[in-house]
């Protein structure tokens, strides 16, 4: 999640609703990922990409002998995407890796950005953590992007890793790693410039891009046989987190789902759009994405109210 700071570390507003869908052939493992011939749900291990969605191993034993489309339907090589979601996973050493500095710093793993302005502003949380103040006057826009790795507790890193393995590898496997990050990314960033935009406080977390994710499975919602009403409630329950509890980042979380929406749509068009973009068009839109919000950022500076 995003948090406002102050005050302190904000409640969990990122997981997923009691009693998910479990997969068929391992029940301890929940999944938002339903197979796209049969209908049961499946967990990363048992999902086998098909030119649209996912289906579990019984269904792609029976279709293997049927010719299949080497890609998936955004353009991703299912060869690559057959492996482990490594990008997934590099996310989730990063921040856990910054958790980890961060808390060495302040000689506190249950409070790594202090409990004072002054308790952080020498270490790595006091350079990365998104003070609009910092951006605007010191034109530190590298904070934007890198207060999304930072996290103010035990529980604020733990939600939002959790969120990020359980709607990581599916959309990973779709989109393929470079799309995943640009996705990840560029929703972080979102999020970051949102703040930086209509606020002043200082804020930090990973929920901008994770809400973001939640903004790509929603545009994929189709292609992926993901469970739809699901996937909704889930979104609007952490929305619903989002407005209700104090300490959490609104703009954070709008400013990344609606980017995150905006980049899987550059990506792979309106969902009712039955052909895939050309690679260079993607790339294009995500361009595009990108120098909106580098734009809004140079406007936003010029008019920010001094510090003194």
Same mark, same amino acid.
């Given at each position: 999640m995003t948090a406002a700071y102050p005050p302190g570390p904000p409640p969990y507003a990122g997981g997923l609703p009691a009693a998910e869908p479990t997969c068929y052939r391992h029940p301890n493992r929940p999944t938002l990922v339903r197979c796209v011939r049969c209908n049961r749900p499946i967990c990363p291990e048992c999902m086998r990409p098909a030119s649209v969605g996912f289906q579990c191993p019984d269904d792609a034993r029976e279709g293997r002998a049927s010719q299949r489309a080497p890609r998936t339907s955004v353009g991703a090589k299912i060869a690559s995407t057959w492996s482990s979601p490594y990008a997934t996973y590099t996310?989730?050493?990063?921040?856990?890796?910054?958790? %980890?500095?961060? =808390?060495?710093?302040?000689?506190? &793993?249950?409070n790594p950005g202090g409990t004072t302005f002054s308790? %952080?502003?020498? /270490? &790595?949380?006091? !350079?990365?953590? &998104?003070?609009?103040?910092?951006?605007a006057h010191d034109h530190a826009y590298y904070r934007l992007l890198t207060s999304a790795f930072l996290h103010l507790s035990p529980v604020h890193i733990v939600a939002n890793m959790f969120t990020l393995v359980i709607i990581g590898p599916p959309l990973e496997r779709m989109l393929g790693r470079w799309r995943f990050g640009a996705v990840y990314l560029l929703a972080a960033l979102g999020g970051g410039?949102?703040?930086?935009? %209509? !606020?002043?406080?200082?804020?930090? /977390?990973?929920? /901008?891009?994770?809400? =973001?994710? %939640? =903004?790509?499975?929603?545009?994929?919602?189709?292609?992926l046989g993901l469970d739809l009403n699901w996937l909704v409630g889930t979104i609007v329950l952490n929305f619903v987190f989002t407005f209700s509890v104090s300490g959490i980042s609104k703009l954070g979380h709008i400013g990344g789902f609606i980017v995150g929406v905006l980049a899987t749509l550059a990506i792979a068009g309106w969902p009712s759009h039955p052909h895939r973009l050309p690679a260079k068009a993607q790339v294009s839109g995500l361009v595009v994405l990108f120098v909106a919000l580098a734009v809004a950022t140079v406007v936003r500076t010029n008019t920010f109210p001094s510090i003194y």
């Open positions: 996310l989730v050493a990063l921040n856990l890796l910054v958790y %980890f500095v961060t =808390g060495a710093q302040a000689k506190s &793993l249950t308790g %952080f502003a020498s /270490g &790595l949380f006091g !350079d990365w953590v &998104l003070w609009p103040y910092a951006v410039v949102a703040v930086y935009l %209509f !606020d002043t406080n200082i804020t930090a /977390g990973a929920s /901008g891009a994770i809400y =973001g994710l %939640f =903004g790509a499975a929603l545009v994929l919602s189709r292609k």
